[in-house]
């Protein structure tokens, strides 16, 4: 008996858990972002040290909408080191647009909740410590425009999910140890103007479909 095969959620599905998510978030963003502070270790925590007893607005590194709801995490350089994974909660982050974590110690791998991130338009992730594959949720983040993950530990193949990322203009996961060939599926992201592939294990042809 076969096994079947984990598909991505359709567009309907993602928007409804991500409504979802909004309502439960609400009120839970500071907590989120202090509970994985509490996962860093004790250096990281003292570069932290503004985080708490006031609105995260106020933090470091955090950016708000007029709301006051968590639009931007900018914490590039800041010498961080600790887990990524599910340490940062994004289901309690919904309303985050841009998250660049560029030039840490971060390790473990990228967090599957990553895809609710639904308003997601910059990411970039590179020079850390950031192993096992890319998920396939990545996909759902179809405002992504910037998508940088260069340095890390990175394995796998690319996934075919990245070919939903319409809005994508730069792509770079360069210097990771991605192997398999290049996806099909990269030649569907027509308003990417910056591709870099280079320092993997890649193998295979170059797809035809590059020449969309």
């Not at 796998?156 to 140890?177: Q, T, V, Y």
């Not at 060939?181 to 294990?201: D, H, P, W």
Request: hydrophobic share 35%.
């Amino acid at each position: 008996m076969k096994t079947p095969v984990e598909k991505p959620p359709s567009d309907h599905e993602a928007f409804a858990a991500s409504a979802n998510y909004a309502q439960v978030a609400e009120g839970k963003e500071d907590a989120a972002l202090l509970t994985w502070k509490a996962t860093l270790d004790n250096q990281s925590q003292s570069l932290l040290s503004s985080w708490g007893g006031h609105s995260p607005c106020n933090w470091d590194g955090i950016g708000c909408n007029k709301a006051g709801r968590i639009t931007h995490i900018d914490l590039k350089g800041y010498g961080l080191k600790g887990k990524l994974d599910r340490d940062l909660n994004f289901s309690y982050l919904p309303y985050l647009s841009s998250i660049d974590l560029y030039n840490n110690s971060l390790y473990g791998t990228i967090p599957s909740n990553i895809g609710i991130l639904s308003n997601l338009n910059y990411l970039d992730l590179s020079i850390n410590r950031l192993s096992g594959m890319i998920p396939f949720e990545i996909g759902l983040l179809t405002n992504l425009r910037v998508l940088y993950i260069v340095n890390n530990l990175i394995s796998g193949s690319i996934p075919r999910e990245i070919g939903m990322l319409r809005s994508l203009n730069k792509l770079s996961i360069s210097n990771n140890n991605l192997t398999e060939s290049i996806a099909q599926e990269v030649g569907m992201l027509r308003s990417v103007t910056n591709l870099s592939l280079y320092g993997n294990q890649l193998m295979g042809s170059i797809p035809t479909s590059i020449g969309n």
